[in-house]
């Protein structure tokens, strides 16, 4: 029977810039030597704490697990060190491996050799035990494996995620915005939002900021809606899946203390978001409208306000970025004691709201490099129709 055999190393990735919200997450969720690393946080858990991770993590992209380390000066030490390790355990030979290999100031130069030699290594294993070899599956492999090789020692992982878990199962289509499901939820985070204070985004797109947070402030686990690879590994026991599953079904909450609003112009985004909120179990707890800014006015007091304005790295926005930033300043200066936090990629656009951010964070969204602006909207109602203020 598969068993669990006490506190696994464990790492779980995330976006550059959101380490600090994914370690509050694993702190809160109670996991044992919780350290930040950049990229990433290690931790340890029991094989049902890393069921739970990965149910419930929602600033991750992955969740692996150590198998080994050891030396890796050399072809035949690493070698040595991959063959040694009880891969019948973790797979059986009718399933699939892949690698995903990389290097850092090592000898092995190349990360396709080094995968190679992990493939053959594990491929030879099962020969010498049973006469069959497992099969590579590149796209969707039962056992994904990392290898990581720096200076002269190697680590190698187990990927539990599979698919990474940002990919909750809610959103209907691939829409092309640099802001993912994980990076949503880690930006929410950071912003000191209190999960009972109204939150609105005025510019919501496909919903992403709002799906996320209705999920956060619901207690509603966000990998509950889709698969993962641990599913299929023999060391682990269905009945610690079913039990978290269900126990992380248990704990979503029906109601929520303050209202969660967002508005789009554009007919399309405000569909994809209420089709999303529906997938994601919260269209009840979520409300989208279709409007110009000007036109929304939400009854609410002390709003948290989020938005990930146009700055030209998604389609159909036009070609005015500059109004779209200075409506919004005008916008959120209605909510007297609010608290606005902007995502941007463009530094000559943020000043176009002409407020001044209290915290600023760096973060990497794909290759580009952004911040998350926090403002606070003072007490003074906004009266007028524009800005003098300075960036």
């Not at 950049?38 to 890393?50: D, E, I, P, Q, Y």
């Not at 409208?289 to 009854?299: F, G, I, N």
């Amino acid at each position: 029977m598969a068993h669990d055999d006490g506190l696994h190393e464990a790492h779980a990735a995330c976006t550059l810039g959101l380490e600090a919200a994914l370690t509050e997450e694993l702190t809160e969720l109670g996991y044992a030597d919780v350290r930040t690393s950049r990229g990433g946080v290690t931790f340890r858990a029991s094989h049902r704490g890393l069921v739970e991770a990965c149910l419930w993590l929602r600033t991750a992209t992955r969740v692996t697990e150590l198998l080994g380390r050891g030396p890796a000066f050399s072809r035949e030490s690493f070698l040595e060190l991959a063959a040694a390790l009880p891969w019948e355990k973790w797979m059986r030979v009718t399933q699939t491996i892949s690698v995903d290999a990389t290097i850092r100031d090592s000898k092995v130069s190349h990360s396709g050799f080094a995968g190679l030699v992990l493939k053959d290594a594990i491929c030879d294993r099962f020969r010498r035990q049973v006469g069959e070899r497992p099969s590579v599956n590149a796209d969707n492999p039962d056992l994904p494996l990392k290898l990581l090789i720096v200076r002269d020692e190697a680590s190698i992982w187990r990927d539990w995620s599979g698919e990474s878990l940002h990919k909750r199962g809610w959103r209907p289509v691939l829409v092309k915005s640099p802001l993912n499901e994980a990076i949503a939820a880690g930006l929410l985070r950071l912003s000191g939002w209190d999960k009972k204070s109204p939150l609105l985004d005025p510019m919501c797109g496909s919903g992403t900021f709002l799906i996320e947070g209705a999920m956060w402030a619901a207690d509603r686990a966000p990998g509950l809606g889709r698969s993962f690879a641990f599913e299929r590994w023999p060391d682990i026991d269905q009945k610690v899946i079913a039990t978290a599953r269900a126990a992380a079904k248990a704990r979503g909450k029906a109601t929520l203390p303050a209202p969660i609003l967002g508005a789009d112009r554009h007919p399309g985004a405000i569909a994809l978001a209420r089709k999303g909120a529906e997938a994601a179990g919260v269209a009840d707890l979520v409300s989208f409208t279709e409007t110009s800014l000007d036109q929304w006015a939400p009854d609410v007091t002390k709003p948290m306000i989020v938005a990930n304005p146009p700055w030209g790295e998604r389609l159909g926005e036009g070609e005015d970025l500059m109004v779209s930033w200075m409506d919004l300043s005008r916008w959120v200066r209605r909510f007297p004691d609010s608290t606005v936090c902007v995502l941007s990629g463009d530094a000559g656009l943020t000043k176009h709201l002409g407020l001044r951010a209290d915290r600023k964070w760096p973060l990497m969204t794909g290759p580009i490099e952004c911040r998350w602006l926090r403002y606070r909207i003072d007490s003074r109602p906004y009266m007028g129709t524009d800005t003098k203020d300075t960036p």
